[in-house]
């Protein structure tokens, strides 16, 4: 299923972001939040 992929792609991309913060991933963090 296309939307189980995306959410399961955007969990995993996620999780990424947090194991390794830098400021690129934390701006984008914030933007997806405000969005």
């Not at 399961?8 to 991933?25: A, F, G």
């Amino acid at each position: 299923m296309p939307t189980g992929t995306a959410l399961l792609m955007r969990h995993c991309w996620r999780y990424e972001m947090l194991s390794r913060p830098t400021p690129e991933t934390i701006i984008g963090t914030a933007l997806n939040t405000l969005k």
